[in-house]
């Protein structure tokens, strides 16, 4: 017999929830980011390459993390703090417009 349970052992990226089999027989939602950890320092090799081969434009580095890292600490900052309905409905609403966008432009 298998474990229902064996589903969350699977590695999935962090934004992808992964489905459990409870033992009340209903399916529960849980969100694994144990990829980040291994994606962060993948991507961080990779823009040192980049570097080092003279494929990096420093101005645009530095307007996006400019721009970028306010964010990212604002966001960390109220996702923690807001309930997780408003986090998921508005994210859901940023990825449904970005889309919307690349797909009419």
Not at 61 to 85: D, F, H, N, T
């Amino acid at each position: 017999m298998i474990d229902p349970s064996a589903a969350n052992v699977i590695s999935w990226p962090a934004d992808i929830p992964t489905v459990r089999w409870s033992a009340s027989l209903t399916w529960t939602v849980r969100i694994v980011g144990s990829d980040i950890a291994h994606a962060v320092p993948i991507t961080l090799l990779a823009g040192l390459g980049h570097l080092a081969l003279g494929n990096v434009n420093g101005w645009l580095l530095a307007s996006l993390l400019v721009g970028s890292l306010p964010g990212i600490l604002v966001g960390a900052q109220l996702a923690a703090k807001l309930p997780e309905r408003v986090v998921r409905h508005s994210l859901i609403a940023v990825l449904l417009l970005a889309g919307t966008r690349l797909v009419l432009h």
